[in-house]
């Protein structure tokens, strides 16, 4: 407390306004395969939270038969009863992310100034190239039509004509540098939207001094034709501006890329037309891969006929922009608008080259080059070095700045480079991703292995081990499905882990098909050769049989691990009454997707599975009313409250509440005062409980009886909560008496 020494008016303000916490009770964790997704354990990724059935697709793909276990059907199915679900993916050795090249090619171009320094073809307007004539144009006005087509060979920009006016412009030969300047304000405009001739200066040749279509690739091309005004006034007609074409250039530099080819000669024409290159991916492209490993990216076509599946879209734009589209089955999922200049709009940067730097929901990408060292190697190709792309390629190439990359899915067998354009883009078109590999073990053995997990060296939590989180409060967990929650190994994971944490119970099944009630209960008791030991624990249930459930994804009858539906029970339990309540019966027991049981159990073998130190819950088909969960047993073989779930779940949440309400009391003043506050905190909660009928009595006792002067210097501060928990009438039965007429029964 200050010390106030001087006259004056002081506040001090004190919270003394402690409460109990807020404990979402049914937030379920779930491990298993899938097709997309993180992977929980790799990097900083933890278990994902999913709050919706629609976000678990989109970030974990579908269901499918072909992904070993049940985590997704499962993790649906849990969705209709509860909002928060934590997804643990895993995958084994075998993991491969979907991958795609996008080629890189050059775009058509013509030279309309008078220089021949890297010239594709040539609109004569410079009087100086003696090697190619001369002729005066004076002060006429000069027409030059420009056609684009795109890759696809569609056209871009049809026919379009654009003046340089008399007046404006003199062509004479002692302006043609003028020349140039004038045509930059034409074609270094926009065209029908679309800007041309606007790629950056090289160090040779001005490259607005080019027309340059919008589309790269060998299908692209543009087409030029020129004309000058004879006459003026009504008589005006347009004559042909002879244009010069070097032969067989189409797009591509020397090898030097330096002036015309040796040898080839320059011809006349009305009109030239220059066509686009496209460059091998075995000399470079841009990789896009999938953030994840996983089948889901591979572009496909389902069984009903629509689109699955990543692609990468190219799409025309102007100067050296592409409007890049990511579609996710089959729908524009993602649009950047990149170059290959460096600046905001640059495409390793737009997209990102790593998952740290991602700026898509879907893929990364960056350029490469073979390394022709394997063909299973590439190198990065590190474009951000220089200010242009429109250099030619050959200087990217031969840069030296790569760095090694291993281990995708597409091959490059040998750096080519053959063609060297100039006016770099992406070619347009769509890659689809392909080769990536969900990483699903093919052994029971390695499956155990990669499901129960482990604790990295980098600090990162894989499988059930992932479950070990306070702050994903996870209260239910499982592993369902044939190969995953019916192996002993990770039945006895999930238990240990639940054990240990004491956050969650874990929840359980017989495998498929394991046989009649005597076979259910064997397996539980450790008999016969798919359990070796008994399941025994407070922190886990056993339900069984499995049940038929239609699934929408693939139009099917699929038999679901009964798991998955007592989880979900939980979930409707906690929305419509308490964690404290049971859920089972026909008032919140009831399954209504199901269509089917696996065996139907008569009342002998209901009495055999839950009696006699039998710990199965029965999945019960009744005439008349339907599919129910009809037991709440835990697996703890001794007689205690703790057999029941309600109960397990009830001391669960008050553990949470606790300790949730009382970790601002540590290195508070181990006193009487200290302790009063614990009572106040407490008492109101549990107090909560008893009155929406968890727990019929309570007391809580922190006080000298229980903080002993030894306990207190050790710095312990014990509290001591006593709790008489509401049972549940399991059996109810009714005594019917028959009496005489004499008899009095005392009513009116």
């Known amino acids: 407390m200050p010390n106030f020494v001087s006259p004056g008016v002081y506040v001090i303000e004190k919270d003394i306004s402690e409460y109990t916490a807020t404990i979402n009770s049914s937030v379920v964790g779930i491990v298993g395969f899938a097709s997309r997704g993180p992977i929980a354990g790799v990097g900083s990724q933890k278990a994902t939270l999913i709050t919706s059935p629609q976000q678990l697709v989109d970030t974990f793909g579908e269901p499918s038969e072909d992904i070993k276990g049940q985590a997704l059907e499962g993790a649906l199915e849990i969705l209709e009863g509860t909002n928060s679900l934590r997804f643990v993916r895993v995958a084994g050795e075998g993991n491969l992310n979907a991958s795609a090249i996008a080629q890189f090619g050059g775009c058509p171009g013509v030279l309309v100034s008078g220089t021949n320094a890297n010239p594709i073809c040539t609109v004569q307007t410079d009087l100086g190239m003696s090697a190619i004539g001369s002729q005066d144009l004076g002060t006429s006005d000069v027409k030059i039509t420009v056609t684009v087509y795109d890759n696809n060979r569609a056209k871009v920009i049809d026919a379009k004509d654009y003046y340089i006016h008399k007046g404006t412009i003199n062509l004479s030969s002692s302006e043609g540098a003028t020349t140039i300047k004038a045509l930059k304000k034409v074609f270094g405009g926009e065209l029908d939207g679309h800007r041309v001739g606007a790629f950056a200066n090289s160090s040779s040749v001005d490259a607005s001094s080019f027309i340059v279509g919008l589309a790269a690739g060998s299908g692209a091309t543009l087409e030029i034709s020129a004309g000058i005004r004879n006459t003026e006034g009504d008589g005006a007609y347009w004559s042909a501006l002879p244009l010069f074409n070097p032969l067989d250039f189409s797009g591509a530099f020397s090898a030097e890329g330096g002036g015309f080819p040796a040898g080839v000669a320059l011809t006349a024409s009305t009109s030239v037309t220059a066509s686009g290159v496209s460059i091998d991916k075995r000399d470079a492209g841009y990789l896009v891969k999938s953030l994840w490993p996983g089948a889901g990216y591979n572009a496909g076509t389902k069984t009903d006929g629509t689109t699955s599946g990543v692609s990468f879209e190219v799409n025309v734009n102007g100067g050296p922009a592409t409007q890049n589209e990511i579609n996710n089955n089959g729908v524009a999922a993602e649009t950047f608008e990149t170059t290959l200049t460096s600046g905001l709009a640059f495409l390793e940067t737009q997209i990102g080259v790593s998952y740290a730097k991602r700026t898509s929901n879907y893929l990364t990408g960056y350029a490469v080059c073979s390394t022709n060292s394997s063909p299973l190697d590439y190198a990065d190709l590190t474009v951000t070095a220089f200010t242009s792309f429109e250099k030619p390629l050959k200087d990217l190439l031969g840069s030296g700045n790569f760095r090694s990359q291993q281990g995708d899915n597409f091959l490059l067998t040998g750096k080519n480079a053959v063609a060297n354009p100039r006016f770099v883009k992406l070619v347009q078109g769509t890659v689809n991703l392909a080769n990536g590999n969900n990483g699903i073990p093919s052994t029971d053995t390695s499956t155990a292995s990669v499901v129960v997990g482990e604790v990295r060296s980098d600090g990162g939590k894989t499988g059930i081990e992932a479950l070990d989180d306070d702050l994903l409060n996870i209260s239910i967990a499982l592993a369902p499905g044939t190969g995953v929650g019916n192996l002993e190994a990770v039945q006895n994971g999930l238990i ?253």
């Open 496 to 748: 240990t882990k639940a054990e240990a944490t004491t956050n969650f119970l874990a929840l359980l099944s017989p495998p498929y098909a394991v046989g009649r009630t005597s076979d259910a209960i064997d397996w539980s008791n450790g008999f016969g050769t798919l359990r070796n030991a008994a399941v025994n624990s407070s922190y886990a249930a056993i339900y069984w049989p499995w049940v038929k459930v239609f699934q929408v994804y693939d139009g099917k009858d699929r038999w679901l691990a009964p798991e998955i539906y007592a989880a979900r029970q939980m979930g409707v339990t906690d929305n419509v009454s308490e964690p404290w309540f049971a859920p089972a019966g026909f008032v919140r027991g009831r399954l209504t997707k199901p269509s089917d049981v696996e065996v139907v159990l008569n009342q002998g073998d209901r009495d055999s599975l839950y009696s006699g130190g039998n710990v199965i819950n029965p999945i019960v088909n009744f005439p008349q009313r339907g599919i129910v969960i009809y037991g709440q047993r835990t697996s703890q073989r001794s007689p205690s409250a703790l057999d029941r779930v309600n109960i397990r779940r009830m001391m669960i949440y008050i553990k949470k509440q606790i300790l949730a309400s009382c970790q601002r009391l540590v290195f508070e003043p181990n006193d009487r005062f200290t302790w009063t506050r614990v009572e106040q905190l407490i008492n109101p909660m549990l107090d909560d409980i008893a009155r929406k009928r968890g727990i019929t009595e309570f007391r809580v006792v922190c006080d000298e009886s229980v903080n002993t002067p030894v306990r207190v210097d050790r710095n312990e501060m014990w509290c001591k909560v006593l709790i008489k928990p509401t049972k549940t009438a399991e059996v109810v039965v009714f005594e019917l008496n028959l009496t005489n007429q004499s008899a009095q029964l005392g009513n009116q």
